[in-house]
């Protein structure tokens, strides 16, 4: 069955109320109760014929199937269709809405966060918990359409596509888990940067009212200084030596001497040893890693002291 297919059929068996069944019922049992009574009423009071005993006999059996089929038969025909399509699909009701829910508004990120994934070398496991997380969404439905399906080239465009239309908040919560996917436990590689980079591009190009486009252009300057100390890269990168130079030669060696301690350096450090510990901590302590969710406020105390640190020693 096609994700298509599916919803269609979830949605067609879906009571609009979930007591349609069991009210269609009660109101069915109340008529006939009702009519009964007056029916026999009648037969006591007045000693009807037997023959007009069967006509009322009809008018009550008539009266019964027209109730039963406007009040009890479309929602047990339903209730009957709803529970054949779970037994099918081994699911139970809390299961398929949640599927159901998943395919309408989460399926369309998949394909990035497949690719995303495939260039992260973790575990698949870490990476489930991280989406699961982040998404609120049931684990097997996360492993079926982010890990198990294979999407094409076509699908991850069209993806981009459709989470362009959807408000600018939903786009940038999207990115943020790629970035955090991206990081995990070991940092940002070249290609998943360049994969980030490329879709925050996207949404700069593809935008069509200038105001977004203008705040995907601040986002994308904005990742740059929240995540370059991810990237494996950073430490190798010797960009800033001189500069670093030029500042220590204006700040004595004192004033200078508290924040290589909160890097936990010497003060002769090189700066590729500063650009690796300053990388290290971020990997430790940044609240928007996942084994940071629980020590939050900590962790951007944490991260305002190591920040202030490299930014003073690097000038």
């Not at 007009?52 to 006999?57: A, C, D, Q």
């Not at 239309?165 to 360049?194: H, N, R, Y």
Request: charged fraction near 35%.
């Amino acid at each position: 069955m096609s994700d298509k297919e599916y919803c269609e059929e979830y949605e067609s068996t879906e009571l609009s109320d979930p007591q349609d069944v069991g009210l269609g019922i009660l109101v069915f049992v109340v008529f006939i109760f009702i009519f009964e009574i007056f029916f026999v009423k009648i037969v006591k009071d007045t000693r009807l014929l037997t023959t007009e005993v069967g006509v009322y006999v009809i008018i009550t059996f008539i009266m019964s199937v027209m109730c039963g089929k406007g009040l009890v038969y479309p929602p047990i025909k339903k209730f009957l269709r709803r529970r054949d399509f779970l037994k099918k699909l081994g699911l139970d009701e809390a299961q398929a809405k949640r599927r159901y829910e998943f395919i309408k508004y989460k399926k369309l990120y998949m394909p990035l966060v497949q690719r995303m994934c495939r260039l992260n070398g973790h575990p698949i496991l870490k990476q489930l918990e991280l989406l699961k997380e982040k998404l609120r969404s049931d684990i097997n439905d996360l492993s079926e359409f982010g890990f198990v399906r294979d999407y094409s080239d076509e699908d991850y465009e069209e993806s981009l596509r459709l989470i362009k239309e959807k408000p600018i908040e939903e786009q940038e919560a999207i990115i943020d888990i790629l970035f955090q996917i991206a990081v995990l436990e070991d940092g940002i590689q070249d290609d998943e940067w360049e994969l980030l980079m490329e879709i925050v591009d996207y949404f700069i190009e593809s935008s069509e009212i200038v105001i977004y486009q203008r705040k995907w252009k601040r986002n994308k300057e904005i990742y740059k200084e929240k995540y370059s100390a991810f990237r494996r890269s950073f430490a190798n990168d010797a960009d800033g030596k001189k500069k670093r130079e030029e500042t220590q030669s204006r700040e004595s060696t004192s004033k200078l001497k508290k924040y290589y301690s909160i890097l936990g350096l010497e003060e002769n450090a090189s700066d590729k040893e500063i650009k690796q510990a300053y990388h290290n901590l971020a990997l430790q302590h940044h609240p928007d890693l996942l084994k940071n969710m629980s020590r939050i406020k900590e962790c951007n105390e944490l991260m305002a002291k190591i920040n202030e640190a490299y930014e003073k020693i690097r000038g």
